[in-house]
C-alpha cells in the first residue's frame, strides 16, 4: 500500500508543480523568477518521501529473504536516504524560507543524483532476487532514468509522472498478488 501512496502521491505533486506559473531556468533567471512550490506540492512530496523510503524497505525485506544481501543494499538505502533527506530540505526552503533561494539547485541537483542512483540500485537488487516480474524491475529502472531531465523549473517536470506511476504500480502488483495468495518463486542467485 505504501508503494501506492508514494507513487500517486509523487505523480500528483508533478502534476500539481506544473501547474505553477513557469519559473526560470540558468541565465533566465537575472531577469526572472524561479518557480515556487505551493503548501500542496510540498506535502505531497512530503508523503511522497516517506512512503517512498517505507515501500522500498518493503521491497529490500523481500530481497533480503532470497539471500540478497551485502553492500549493495546498504549503498542503495544510503543513496536514497540522502536524495529524500535532499528534497525535503528543499520543499522545506522553498515553502517556508525563500522559494526564490539561489542555491535551491545546491540541493535539488544532488537530491535527483541520489535518488535515481538508489532507485536504479533497488530496481537492480530487486531484478536479481526475482521477488517482481522482470517488467516491473525494468519499468522501475527505465522511469527512474527519465528522472534526471524532470526540471522542476518548466513542464519538463511532468518526466517524474511516468516513475510515480510506475511506483504505484508496483504497489499494485503486490497488493494483487497478497489478495490473490500468491507468492513470488524466490531463486537463489545462481540457481536457474
Same mark, same amino acid.
Given at each position: 500500500m505504501s508503494a501506492v501512496v508514494s507513487g500517486v502521491s509523487w505523480s500528483a505533486a508533478a502534476v500539481s508543480h506544473n501547474l505553477?506559473?513557469?519559473?526560470?531556468v540558468a541565465e533566465g533567471c537575472a531577469s526572472s523568477v524561479m518557480r515556487g512550490s505551493t503548501a500542496l506540492t510540498g506535502m505531497l512530496l512530503a508523503v511522497a518521501g516517506l512512503m517512498l523510503v517505507v515501500s522500498v524497505s518493503g521491497l529490500l525485506l523481500m530481497t533480503r529473504?532470497?539471500?540478497?544481501?551485502?553492500? =549493495?543494499?546498504?549503498?542503495?538505502?544510503?543513496? =536514497?536516504? $540522502?536524495? $529524500?533527506?535532499?528534497? =525535503?530540505?528543499a520543499g522545506v526552503v522553498s515553502g517556508f524560507v525563500d522559494a526564490d533561494w539561489s542555491g535551491m539547485p545546491l540541493l535539488v541537483a544532488p537530491g535527483i543524483v541520489f535518488l535515481v542512483l538508489g532507485l536504479l540500485m533497488v530496481a537492480t537488487i530487486v531484478w536479481r532476487a526475482r521477488v517482481l516480474p522482470h517488467q516491473v524491475s525494468v519499468a522501475i529502472l527505465v522511469t527512474a532514468l527519465l528522472l534526471p531531465l524532470a526540471n522542476e523549473q518548466t513542464s519538463l517536470v511532468l518526466l517524474a509522472v511516468p516513475f510515480g506511476l510506475a511506483w504505484a504500480?508496483?504497489? $499494485?502488483? @503486490? =497488493?494483487?498478488?497478497?489478495?490473490?495468495?500468491?507468492?513470488?518463486?524466490? @531463486?537463489a542467485p545462481n540457481s536457474t
Open positions: 505553477q506559473p513557469q519559473g526560470c529473504r532470497a539471500s540478497q544481501r551485502g553492500p =549493495l543494499v546498504w549503498t542503495a538505502v544510503t543513496s =536514497l536516504g $540522502v536524495g $529524500v533527506a535532499c528534497f =525535503l530540505a504500480g508496483t504497489g $499494485v502488483y @503486490l =497488493l494483487a498478488r497478497d489478495r490473490h495468495g500468491v507468492r513470488p518463486r524466490v @531463486l
